[in-house]
């Protein structure tokens, strides 16, 4: 009889530290859902794509200096749905649209993304690309050490009446696309 | 007599135990509430621990938010949006009115301090096709002010400036710097 | 033997005494714990709750003729402005619960307090001519609006209800006063009674038809530019435009829209004078080479242009208000601002 109840006082003990272990690795688990509650790289993400798309729709809004009275997209679109270097010829009666974009394009990226550091944090890569492979502009600048992983929003430009749209990319670690 | 004083003693001693064991029991319930309350201590210590984490990560999201009212607040100024017969284009500040907005602020500095800028530098930097650059507001911290900051975060966000009496649209950037005082 | 069953009887009942104090110890002790953990969390919620209107409100006012209706904790939402302005702006606050925040320059016309657990926000362009800022209204769908007009405020009627029909979500309701008015009473929370008929009704014409909702009266007087409100307390306050009218309708009483009318006439002082310097950069800046613009220097005059932004920058309280001067230097402005453009000179506004 004495043997029994010993045999169930100990069953009860050893019940309640088991309770208590499991109360604990709750409140563990709590714990570590707390501290680890968003991972970096979905902030990194956000904040790099709000200025990937401010910049570029600036961009694109922004006077050329080409000819008057066209905008950054019309020399674009021009330069996309041409065959050459671009129908526009600028002021200088020389220089076509997609080489005016280029020089132009390089050094607003490097006026304003290298003096941020962003090339050298995190490098970028500026992609102007009508699918499947016509490359208006490609420039990178830094160790694209973060590739986007093709998961990036382009800024997409209707070449109407050609079905496909221009995509432009600018991706802070790079855009990870194949084109 | 003997028998009695024998069984006085015995009944003696097992009145001491029992009180001595009484003691004991009491003794024992009092460790445990003891002891209880030292866990119960433990686990507020934890929680208050916990909470001081998440309060100051929470502290650094305030921070972010107050950049992202800072940066709204800019975006949202009626001194200096573009506008065309009263209708607001976004993304866009026209010079002129920056210009005049610098005026502004130096007549009516302790408004745009206290409802509009708060503690934070406020330039715009053209890009293209110029080179110029327009600070619209500085803090004016005093000697004191300036023992109590305790850094800062560097914000530059793309804008078109627009040129009025050119009438082009420009690239540029408005440049924020956001101080942390106290 | 006698002795001993006494004693242990004693200490029966001092085991129980021991185990009944020990035990309402604890209890009180837990007790106070989830009573301070509960009012932690409510003042946790209502900041989170303010966190959220206050962002929700920043985007409303910046998105004018949208109307928005987003379900929000049943948790009442209080509004105050004090009249008492200054040159920073006018006391005001709103607030979730036990945490409030500063509404500052933000000019924002609703009741004094909201209980729903809806919100409509909506927002309006406030121009003379030039933006100044933007109207945010808030509501809620237990508050109903009636309009009554007659054919002397058609014209007025009709300007209001363009505006108001823009926003689907309101709990409108127009009344032609054809002689004699009918009403239901749908049992609402709150009943605004909005007359363009100045001087024909009284709230107590009203009081048989809403017997059982809260119910108050507006008396509109004047038109689609400007004229008076007269609210519950007998005063009248001005308003310019639809907008400011708009905002008399969902104002809680009279000195709750005169002092978000005086943050729309302070932040108009500070735009003002920005237009006035941009207007004196203009003149002063326009080229002076061959083919350049000088001609346009006539639209950015300090005797007429300039003047006329003085004088709305110069209205900065209902107290220095003018409907008359306004509406002639708004005038001025437009007319200087659309020769300029039709002139390939650069915009006033």
Request: aromatic fraction near 12%; proline fraction near 3%; hydrophobic fraction near 40%.
């Given at each position: 009889m004495?043997?029994?109840?010993?045999?169930?006082?100990?069953?009860?003990?050893?019940?309640?530290?088991v309770?208590?272990?499991?109360?604990?690795s709750?409140v563990?688990?709590?714990?570590?859902?707390?501290v680890?509650?968003?991972?970096p790289?979905?902030?990194f993400?956000e904040?790099?794509g709000?200025?990937?798309?401010?910049?570029?729709n600036?961009l694109?809004?922004?006077?050329?200096?080409?000819?008057q009275?066209?905008?950054?997209q019309?020399?674009?679109?021009?330069c996309a749905?041409?065959?050459?270097k671009?129908?526009?010829?600028?002021?200088?009666?020389?220089?076509?649209?997609?080489?005016?974009?280029?020089?132009?394009?390089?050094?607003?990226?490097?006026?304003t993304?290298?003096?941020?550091?962003?090339d050298?944090e995190?490098?970028?890569?500026?992609?102007?690309?009508?699918?499947?492979?016509?490359?208006?502009?490609?420039?990178?600048?830094?160790?694209?050490?973060?590739?986007?992983?093709g998961?990036?929003?382009?800024?997409?430009?209707s070449?109407?009446?050609?079905?496909?749209?221009?995509?432009?990319y600018?991706?802070?670690?790079?855009?990870?696309?194949e084109? | 007599m003997i028998?009695w004083?024998?069984l006085?003693?015995?009944?003696?001693?097992?009145r001491?135990?029992?009180?001595k064991?009484?003691?004991?029991?009491?003794?024992?319930?009092?460790?445990?509430l003891?002891?209880?309350?030292i866990?119960?201590?433990?686990?507020?210590v934890f929680?208050?621990?916990i909470?001081k984490?998440?309060s100051?990560?929470?502290?650094?999201?305030?921070?972010e938010?107050?950049v992202?009212?800072?940066?709204?607040?800019?975006?949202?100024?009626?001194?200096?949006?573009?506008?065309?017969?009263?209708?607001?284009?976004?993304?866009?500040?026209?010079?002129?009115k920056?210009?005049?907005?610098?005026?502004a602020?130096?007549?009516?500095y302790d408004?745009?301090?206290?409802?509009v800028?708060?503690?934070?530098?406020?330039?715009?930097?053209?890009v293209?096709?110029?080179n110029e650059?327009?600070?619209?507001?500085?803090p004016?911290?005093?000697?004191?002010?300036?023992?109590?900051?305790?850094?800062g975060?560097?914000?530059?966000?793309p804008?078109?400036?627009?040129h009025?009496i050119?009438?082009?649209?420009?690239?540029g950037?408005?440049?924020?710097?956001v101080?942390?005082y106290? | 033997?006698?002795?001993?069953?006494?004693?242990?009887?004693?200490?029966?009942?001092?085991n129980w005494?021991?185990?009944?104090?020990?035990?309402?110890?604890?209890?009180?002790?837990?007790?106070?714990?989830?009573?301070?953990y509960?009012?932690?969390?409510?003042?946790?919620?209502?900041?989170?709750?303010?966190?959220?209107?206050?962002?929700?409100?920043?985007?409303?006012?910046?998105?004018?003729?949208?109307?928005?209706?987003?379900?929000?904790?049943?948790?009442?939402i209080?509004f105050?402005?004090d009249?008492d302005c200054?040159k920073?702006?006018?006391?005001?606050?709103?607030?979730?619960?036990?945490?409030?925040?500063?509404?500052?320059?933000?000019?924002v016309?609703?009741?004094?307090n909201?209980?729903a657990?809806?919100?409509i926000?909506?927002?309006?362009?406030?121009k003379?001519?030039?933006?100044?800022?933007n109207?945010?209204?808030?509501t809620?769908d237990?508050?109903?609006?009636?309009?009554?007009?007659?054919?002397?405020?058609?014209?007025?009627?009709?300007a209001?209800?363009?505006v108001?029909?823009?926003n689907?979500?309101?709990?409108?309701e127009?009344?032609f006063?054809?002689?004699?008015?009918?009403?239901?009473?749908?049992?609402?929370?709150?009943?605004?009674?909005?007359?363009?008929?100045?001087?024909?009704?009284?709230?107590s014409?009203?009081?048989e038809?809403?017997s059982?909702?809260?119910?108050?009266?507006?008396?509109?007087?004047?038109?689609e530019?400007?004229?008076?409100v007269?609210f519950?307390?007998?005063?009248?306050?001005?308003?310019y435009?639809i907008?400011?009218?708009?905002?008399?309708i969902?104002?809680?009483?009279?000195?709750?829209?005169?002092c978000?009318v005086?943050?729309?006439?302070?932040?108009?002082?500070?735009?003002?004078?920005?237009?006035?310097?941009?207007?004196?950069?203009?003149?002063?800046?326009l080229?002076?080479?061959?083919?350049?613009?000088?001609?346009?220097?006539?639209?950015?005059?300090?005797?007429?242009?300039?003047?006329?932004?003085?004088?709305?920058?110069e209205?900065?309280?209902?107290?220095?208000?003018?409907?008359?001067?306004?509406?002639?230097a708004?005038?001025?402005?437009?007319?200087?601002?659309?020769?300029?453009?039709i002139?390939?000179?650069?915009r006033?506004?």
């Open positions: 004495v043997k029994f109840n010993v045999g169930r006082k100990s069953q009860v003990e050893i019940m309640g530290l309770i208590i272990m499991i109360i604990i709750l563990l688990l709590f714990v570590v859902s707390i680890f509650k968003q991972s790289s979905t902030e993400s904040a790099h709000d200025l990937s798309s401010t910049f570029v600036t694109l809004q922004t006077d050329s200096d080409c000819i009275d066209t905008t950054m019309d020399l674009f679109v021009n749905r041409s065959t050459g671009g129908s526009i010829t600028c002021n200088d009666g020389v220089t076509k649209s997609c080489e005016y974009l280029n020089t132009t394009v390089i050094g607003i990226l490097e006026d993304l290298n003096v941020w550091n962003v050298t995190r490098g970028y890569e500026f992609i102007a690309v009508v699918p499947p492979q016509k490359v208006i502009m490609h420039y990178t600048a830094g160790d694209l050490s973060t590739s986007m992983g998961q990036v929003e382009p800024f997409p430009l070449l109407y009446p050609s079905p496909v749209d221009l995509m432009i600018l991706c802070v670690g790079g855009c990870g696309i084109y | 028998i004083q024998l006085m003693i015995v009944q003696g001693c097992t001491m135990n029992k009180k064991k009484a003691q004991i029991k009491m003794g024992e319930s009092i460790i445990i003891f002891i209880f309350f866990l119960v201590v433990f686990g507020l929680y208050a621990s909470s984490y998440t100051g990560r929470d502290a650094v999201e305030a921070e938010m107050n992202e009212n800072i940066q709204k607040e800019l975006r949202f100024l009626s001194e200096i949006q573009c506008t065309e017969s009263g209708n607001t284009r976004f993304d866009c500040y026209d010079i002129g920056i210009i005049a907005t610098q005026e602020i130096q007549t009516h408004y745009y301090a206290q409802n800028f708060l503690q934070t530098n406020i330039s715009f930097i053209e293209f096709p110029g650059e327009w600070s619209l507001y500085e004016g911290f005093t000697e004191d002010d300036m023992l109590n900051i305790k850094g975060s560097a914000f530059q966000i804008v078109t400036l627009f009025p050119d009438d082009t649209y420009n690239f950037y408005v440049s924020i710097m101080y942390k106290g | 033997m006698y002795t001993m069953h006494k004693k242990a009887q004693i200490e029966a009942g001092v005494i021991f185990i009944i104090v020990a035990g309402a110890i604890i209890l009180l002790f837990f007790a106070s714990v989830a009573a301070w509960k009012s932690n969390q409510e003042t946790k919620i209502s900041g989170q709750v303010v966190v959220k209107l206050d962002s929700m409100f920043t985007s409303a006012i910046e998105s004018p003729r949208t109307a928005k209706s987003v379900t929000i904790p049943d948790l009442p209080h105050t402005c009249n200054n920073y702006g006018c006391p005001s606050y709103f607030s979730g619960g036990a945490v409030s925040r500063d509404s500052g320059t933000e000019v016309f609703s009741m004094a909201l209980e657990n809806n919100l926000s909506w927002a309006l362009n406030f003379i001519p030039y933006k100044v800022t109207f945010l209204y808030l809620n237990q508050i109903r609006y009636i309009i009554i007009y007659d054919t002397a405020s058609e014209d007025l009627f009709e209001v209800n363009d108001l029909s823009e689907p979500h309101l709990n409108l127009a009344v006063d054809g002689g004699s008015l009918e009403f239901e009473d749908y049992n609402d929370d709150f009943v605004r009674i909005v007359s363009l008929t100045p001087n024909k009704y009284t709230e014409d009203f009081e038809f809403f059982d909702s809260d119910f108050d009266f507006v008396d509109v007087d004047g038109s530019i400007s004229g008076y007269y519950n307390e007998g005063v009248g306050v001005q308003y435009g907008p400011m009218l708009i905002g008399a969902f104002s809680e009483n009279s000195e709750f829209y005169e978000n005086n943050k729309a006439l302070l932040l108009s002082s500070y735009v003002s004078y920005v237009y006035e310097k941009r207007t004196q950069w203009l003149f002063g800046n080229p002076t080479t061959p083919e350049d613009k000088t001609y346009c220097d006539i639209y950015y005059t300090d005797a007429d242009v300039v003047r006329a932004i003085q004088i709305i920058g209205m900065s309280d209902v107290t220095l208000f003018e409907a008359g001067d306004l509406s002639s708004i005038i001025t402005i437009e007319n200087n601002d659309n020769l300029a453009i002139n390939d000179c650069p006033l506004y």
